[in-house]
């Protein structure tokens, strides 16, 4: 038995985990922070048997990967108050961090 | 030293807690949320030597076996508009999934 | 790849995540409770190269060692109602409870 710890952008969780229990993996989420920006992020626990280990990282890595999204921002127009001129701005969205832990024992009751 | 990870229904999590703390074993809970039904439960980690962890597990046990409630659940009366007729219901509560995982160093600050 | 996984007290972690941002160690935060007091604390997850979790483990010493704080509670006076004489009293505040658990896989998505 392993433990699988995801973290992952909030905008991926929740598709992800129907994906994961579409193929019969359990999942518990937990609501966390990311340290550095300060922005709420989900960490998934996923206990599953050690040949499964690599199906659930395929899916996670299917369903997080990282991209370019458009958005667009708005910049104000010098000389003036309050007129905005919105431009597209690319940033990158997505990406996963995963530690696989051993689990010594396992029992449910 | 082992990390015991609980992951146990919120109506048992409190007197479970109670029970471990009596026993002088330490307990720190996350608030979670379950994949499948997206409700809410309760985690539960619990650093202990390793010859407690049948202790731990034991009382676990005890405390959130998996039990049949009636609840009243009530169904429209066909034919009718808002006439409501109670009906009792056998649902299962309680159950705990337990990883226990290997813990190489302790440290108490 | 080790995971440290340390409770500290809310006070602390503001601190804490600022100076192991610092250098360059990457947190993510869990807001969770103390089974005990029944009040909130900060669990910490620090996914870290095995070579540095000395020197995780020394900034959390650092930034959260067990210190007394004076502070000002009120006592009533007997025989009188409502009057109340301010006294110093010596608490102990900060404290870390610290994991440190194998990774068998870690990946980066
Ligand atoms: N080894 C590890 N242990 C525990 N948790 C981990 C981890 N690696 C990543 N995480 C978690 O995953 C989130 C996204 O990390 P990522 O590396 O993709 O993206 C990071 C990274 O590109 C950058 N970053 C994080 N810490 C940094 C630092 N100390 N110095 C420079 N850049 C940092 O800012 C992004 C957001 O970081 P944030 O902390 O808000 O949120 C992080 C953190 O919650
Ligand atoms: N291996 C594991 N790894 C991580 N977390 C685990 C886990 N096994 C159980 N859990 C956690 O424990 C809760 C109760 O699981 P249980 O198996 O008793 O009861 C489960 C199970 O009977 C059923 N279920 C869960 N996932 C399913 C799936 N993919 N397909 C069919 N039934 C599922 O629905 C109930 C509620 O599931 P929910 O996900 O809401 O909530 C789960 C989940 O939060
Ligand atoms: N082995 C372990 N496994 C999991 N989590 C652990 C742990 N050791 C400590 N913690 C976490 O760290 C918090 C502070 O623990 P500390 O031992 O400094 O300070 C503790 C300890 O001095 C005392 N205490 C806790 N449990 C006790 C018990 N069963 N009997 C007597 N005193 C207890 O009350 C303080 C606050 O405890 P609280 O439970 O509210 O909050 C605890 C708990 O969330």
Redesign the pocket.
Known sequence: ?K?VIAIVQDDDASNL?GK??????????LATTGGFLRAGNTT?????EEEKVDRVIEIIKKLCESRKQVITSTTPVTGTTGVYVPYPVEISVGGATIFVVDVDR?E??
Chains 1, 2, 3 share one sequence.
């Not at 994961?20 to 989420?29: A, D, G, P, Q």
């Open positions: 038995m433990l985990i994961l229990n579409k193929e019969s993996f359990r999942v518990t989420k998934l626990l996923v206990g599953v396992f449910k009751i």
